[in-house]
Protein backbone atom coordinates (compact mmCIF):
# COMPACT_ATOMS: atom_id res chain seq x y z
CA UNK A 1 0.00 0.00 0.00
CA UNK A 2 1.36 3.26 -0.80
CA UNK A 3 0.38 6.68 1.35
CA UNK A 4 1.10 10.24 0.09
CA UNK A 5 -0.07 13.32 1.77
CA UNK A 6 -0.36 16.60 -0.44
CA UNK A 7 0.67 20.01 0.89
CA UNK A 8 1.25 23.19 -0.15
CA UNK A 9 -2.18 24.79 -0.80
CA UNK A 10 -3.51 28.29 -0.22
CA UNK A 11 -4.70 31.85 -1.25
CA UNK A 12 -2.71 33.29 -4.36
CA UNK A 13 -3.92 36.02 -6.23
CA UNK A 14 -4.52 35.51 -9.99
CA UNK A 15 -1.06 35.56 -12.34
CA UNK A 16 0.79 34.16 -9.08
CA UNK A 17 2.72 31.14 -8.20
CA UNK A 18 1.99 28.11 -5.75
CA UNK A 19 4.31 24.81 -5.48
CA UNK A 20 2.51 21.84 -4.05
CA UNK A 21 3.92 19.00 -2.71
CA UNK A 22 3.43 15.35 -1.89
CA UNK A 23 5.30 13.02 0.32
CA UNK A 24 5.00 9.54 -0.75
CA UNK A 25 5.51 6.48 0.90
CA UNK A 26 7.54 4.71 -2.04
CA UNK A 27 8.10 5.67 -5.70
CA UNK A 28 8.65 1.45 -6.98
CA UNK A 29 6.54 0.69 -9.19
CA UNK A 30 4.20 3.74 -9.24
CA UNK A 31 3.60 6.37 -11.04
CA UNK A 32 2.68 9.70 -9.39
CA UNK A 33 -0.66 11.89 -10.43
CA UNK A 34 -1.95 15.19 -9.36
CA UNK A 35 -5.56 15.68 -9.81
CA UNK A 36 -7.77 18.28 -8.93
CA UNK A 37 -11.82 19.25 -8.29
CA UNK A 38 -13.33 22.73 -8.92
CA UNK A 39 -16.32 23.14 -7.14
CA UNK A 40 -19.38 21.41 -8.73
CA UNK A 41 -17.19 19.57 -11.43
CA UNK A 42 -15.55 16.43 -12.04
CA UNK A 43 -12.28 15.38 -10.88
CA UNK A 44 -9.75 16.33 -13.62
CA UNK A 45 -6.27 14.61 -13.95
CA UNK A 46 -4.10 17.33 -14.14
CA UNK A 47 -0.53 16.03 -14.50
CA UNK A 48 1.25 12.71 -14.30
CA UNK A 49 5.34 11.29 -13.52
CA UNK A 50 5.60 7.72 -15.32
CA UNK A 51 6.99 5.10 -13.17
CA UNK A 52 8.75 3.47 -16.48
CA UNK A 53 11.05 6.48 -17.79
CA UNK A 54 9.89 9.49 -15.43
CA UNK A 55 7.92 11.05 -18.25
CA UNK A 56 5.63 13.56 -17.49
CA UNK A 57 2.48 14.70 -19.17
CA UNK A 58 -0.05 17.56 -18.43
CA UNK A 59 -3.93 17.93 -19.44
CA UNK A 60 -4.53 20.81 -22.41
CA UNK A 61 -5.78 23.07 -19.36
CA UNK A 62 -2.36 23.51 -17.58
CA UNK A 63 0.13 22.48 -19.99
CA UNK A 64 2.93 25.93 -20.22
CA UNK A 65 1.31 26.70 -17.08
CA UNK A 66 2.59 23.51 -14.40
CA UNK A 67 5.56 21.96 -14.15
CA UNK A 68 6.17 18.09 -12.03
CA UNK A 69 8.69 17.14 -10.47
CA UNK A 70 10.26 14.49 -8.31
CA UNK A 71 12.62 14.75 -5.43
CA UNK A 72 13.60 11.07 -4.95
CA UNK A 73 16.21 11.61 -1.60
CA UNK A 74 13.14 13.21 -0.22
CA UNK A 75 10.09 10.78 -1.76
CA UNK A 76 8.60 14.00 -2.68
CA UNK A 77 6.58 15.26 -6.13
CA UNK A 78 5.86 18.80 -6.98
CA UNK A 79 3.69 20.79 -8.33
CA UNK A 80 4.91 24.07 -9.66
CA UNK A 81 1.77 26.23 -10.93
CA UNK A 82 2.63 29.58 -12.70
CA UNK A 83 0.37 32.66 -14.00
CA UNK A 84 -2.72 30.63 -12.00
CA UNK A 85 -5.91 31.99 -13.28
CA UNK A 86 -9.14 31.54 -11.03
CA UNK A 87 -10.31 28.55 -13.08
CA UNK A 88 -7.16 26.58 -11.36
CA UNK A 89 -9.32 26.96 -8.09
CA UNK A 90 -9.49 23.40 -6.54
CA UNK A 91 -9.25 20.72 -4.43
CA UNK A 92 -5.58 19.09 -5.43
CA UNK A 93 -4.75 15.57 -4.74
CA UNK A 94 -1.88 13.40 -5.32
CA UNK A 95 -1.99 10.08 -6.21
CA UNK A 96 -0.44 6.55 -6.82
CA UNK A 97 -0.98 3.88 -9.67
CA UNK A 98 0.96 1.16 -11.23
CA UNK A 99 -0.68 2.66 -14.66
CA UNK A 100 0.56 6.07 -15.85
CA UNK A 101 -2.78 7.02 -17.55
CA UNK A 102 -4.08 9.58 -15.48
CA UNK A 103 -7.13 9.48 -17.62
CA UNK A 104 -8.15 6.16 -15.28
CA UNK A 105 -8.65 6.30 -11.56
CA UNK A 106 -5.62 5.92 -9.91
CA UNK A 107 -5.64 3.16 -6.72
CA UNK A 108 -4.30 4.98 -4.00
CA UNK A 109 -5.06 8.87 -2.96
CA UNK A 110 -3.93 11.11 -0.47
CA UNK A 111 -5.94 13.97 1.35
CA UNK A 112 -6.34 16.91 -0.79
CA UNK A 113 -4.94 20.04 -0.61
CA UNK A 114 -7.39 23.33 -1.41
CA UNK A 115 -5.85 25.94 -3.60
CA UNK A 116 -7.42 29.20 -3.97
CA UNK A 117 -7.03 31.82 -6.88
CA UNK A 118 -8.51 35.47 -6.57
CA UNK A 119 -9.00 37.13 -9.34
Known amino acids: EVQLQASGGGLVQAGGSLRLSCVVSTFSGYSIGWFRQAPGKEREGVSCISRYDSKTSYSDSVKGRFTISRDNAKSTIFLQGNHLTPEDTAVYYC??????????????WGQGTLVTVSS
Open 95 to 108: AADETADYSKNFTY
